[in-house]
């Protein structure tokens, strides 16, 4: 069976995408900081017959990260890499002006820099699957909304990573995906005075499946379009 590892899978869109898998037979490893969360979620999913491993942590350790992939590998392989896991850089965000360069490193650190660790530990095992990395971005990555400088900034280097890492592994696909807004904590932590409706993160994991049935070339996709095409 099919493997996969989800960071960030306690809540919103990657439970959601962690659930969608499981319902097709998907095996996965998740990961998340919050144990509780992330055993609740585990435990939800896996009624669907699947085997989940939920791993507790920071994917900003390298030690998680590698554990996450040994995890995968002890299921069989690693055929789907998706890194959901985000940070803000402040929450509520704020005006570059404002923004602690604290708050930016660690948006990097957490969008970008755990991403390129995460996917050069997985690497073998990608190339030997000929598997998938799919990276989450944002609509922040690609236009200028105030407030939203820094974690923008890091989101637009993930894009970058995604788009090199498609030419340098041919073998694999590649695929940067902005979800769109979605009601989730994240959300609501980055603009909490925003309240109007959004879609569930739910409604939005089929677009990331349609990748997975059509596998199109590597490149940036948005939700929106893949869930129009359905
Ligand atoms: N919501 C939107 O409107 C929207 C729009 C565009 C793009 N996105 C992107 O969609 C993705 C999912 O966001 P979401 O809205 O679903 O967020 P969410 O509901 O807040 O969920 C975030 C998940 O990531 C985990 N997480 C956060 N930091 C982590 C870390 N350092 N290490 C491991 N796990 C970590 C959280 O659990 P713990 O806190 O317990 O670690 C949680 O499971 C993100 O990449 C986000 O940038 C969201």
Do not use: C
Not at 48 to 66: C, E, F, K, Q, Y
């Amino acid at each position: 069976m099919a493997v996969a590892i989800i960071t960030g899978a306690s809540k919103g869109l990657g439970r959601a995408l962690a659930g969608a898998l499981a319902a097709r037979g998907w095996d996965l490893v998740l990961d998340a900081r919050g144990e509780g969360a992330l055993k609740e979620a585990a435990g939800a999913v896996a009624g669907h017959g699947t085997r989940v491993v939920a791993l507790a942590g920071d994917v900003t350790d390298a030690g998680h990260r590698s554990a996450l992939v040994t995890a995968a590998r002890r299921l069989g392989g690693v055929d789907l890499l998706v890194h959901n896991a985000s940070a803000l850089g402040a929450e509520p965000l704020v005006p570059l002006a404002e923004l602690p360069l604290d708050g930016l490193r660690r948006a990097l650190e957490v969008n970008t820099v755990a991403a390129l660790g995460l996917v050069q530990e997985a690497l073998p095992a990608l190339r030997a699957a000929a598997g998938a990395v799919i990276t989450v971005s944002s609509d922040a990555a690609v236009e200028a909304y105030p407030d939203w400088g820094g974690y923008g900034a890091s989101k637009a280097a993930l894009d970058h990573l995604a788009a090199v890492l498609a030419e340098e592994e041919p073998g694999l696909r590649v695929w940067a995906v902005d979800p769109g807004d979605m009601a989730t904590g994240l959300y609501a932590a980055a603009v909490p005075l925003d309240d109007d409706p959004r879609p569930a993160p739910e409604s939005v994991a089929p677009a990331f499946l349609r990748l997975l049935e059509e596998r199109p070339g590597s490149g940036r996709y948005t939700a929106g379009a893949l869930l129009e095409r359905r």
